[in-house]
């Protein structure tokens, strides 16, 4: 068994996800493919980030998990919209997914939509789902060698969030091993040191939301 | 894309994972395959474990990654026989490539082979390599849901580690909760808690694999 990267599979896939991208252009939503390894803190991040970016901004959530409702539940405290997908024995989120979740949301009541991927470092960097931004979680406890372990992830990333630095110093975490791997495989994706739970660095991860609004509103 | 559990492909691996099996058996090896997320401490499990076993106890560790040598690299101190698998785009460890691995040691000369897969809590457990006993990792900082979200990991342990237990403070980590979801999936495995950095609770798992040898003898 290997991933499966059958190309028709893939073109099939893509060619939903371009659809999936038009849709959310038509209706000025600005779309963030959110993966990380499971427990990197995915569902915490947007648990913290939805209310921080205020009432006047209209967040929704696809999530993806094999099985369970858990991150939907924890997440319907804070998102106006949220759709749990379950993959059943889907290592990540497709396009086709995502356009049913799509059909789930009322589209023109949504300025943010963030996609929470399927815990998994592997399959969902391979599928496009029609997304503006990718962001990818690694967390401390994780190590330092998962960028050199896994660089498909982190390559098409366009902000790579270092997360749980609280953690740093008790781990005795070297962070100067991991920017080195990143910048052999994405010398372009702004990185951004946070730990949701004591809140360390958030602004900096709402900065760079806001900041990336204004270039879709051309759209 | 979905994980491609193609019935057919997983009976030409399971062939080979009996053929594994056989050739383990006849040398009177013991084999564990090691499962996880990213990061949830497999390599340095094993950097303490193989010396605490003792220099009368031979093991071997076949490791795999998409890409590195890193934990090779890691392993080659403490483990006599040591044989890095790389995947590439493989998100697990497929009967074959063991058997290759199997071609490249000494089997005469290992008690306990240990197995480190592919960093991932999907594509690993569909996946007969032709192991004795399966353990699987969870670590504190994943958090509590993993068990309930990805069961088919789970379901077929026979211990599960939950490591890193000396975060279990700082990161109010509530076990029972874990505990509650493995009893529902998995009322079989032996539950250990231990911290491979610290040492906590480590004799526990080696006393744990010890008592799996004698079994062995009879075979």
């Not at 949220?82 to 993959?87: D, G, H, L, M, S």
């Amino acid at each position: 068994m290997k991933i499966n990267v059958v190309e028709s599979v893939l073109k099939a896939n893509d060619a939903v996800a371009q659809t999936n991208r038009r849709r959310m252009d038509e209706t000025g939503i600005l779309t963030i493919n959110i993966m990380s390894a499971p427990g990197s803190g995915k569902t915490t991040l947007l648990e913290r980030t939805i209310p921080a970016l205020g009432t006047d901004t209209r967040c929704a959530v696809l999530v993806g998990d094999l099985q369970t409702t858990r991150d939907a539940e924890r997440l319907g405290g804070v998102a106006a919209q949220v759709t749990q997908i379950n993959t059943g024995k889907g290592c990540h989120l497709s396009a086709t997914q995502v356009a049913d979740g799509l059909d789930s949301l009322d589209l023109n009541k949504v300025d943010y939509l963030f996609i929470e991927n399927v815990g998994n470092m592997v399959c969902p960097a391979a599928v496009n789902l029609g997304e503006h931004l990718r962001v990818v979680l690694l967390s401390v406890p994780e190590g330092e060698d998962k960028v050199a372990k896994y660089p498909t992830l982190f390559q098409p990333a366009d902000a790579i969030l270092l997360t749980k630095i609280d953690l740093s110093t008790v781990l005795e975490h070297n962070k100067t091993k991991v920017y080195e791997d990143i910048s052999r495989v994405n010398s372009r994706a702004t990185l951004i040191e946070c730990s949701p739970r004591t809140g360390a660095g958030m602004q900096d991860w709402y900065d760079w939301l806001q900041r990336q609004r204004p270039e879709r509103a051309g759209d």
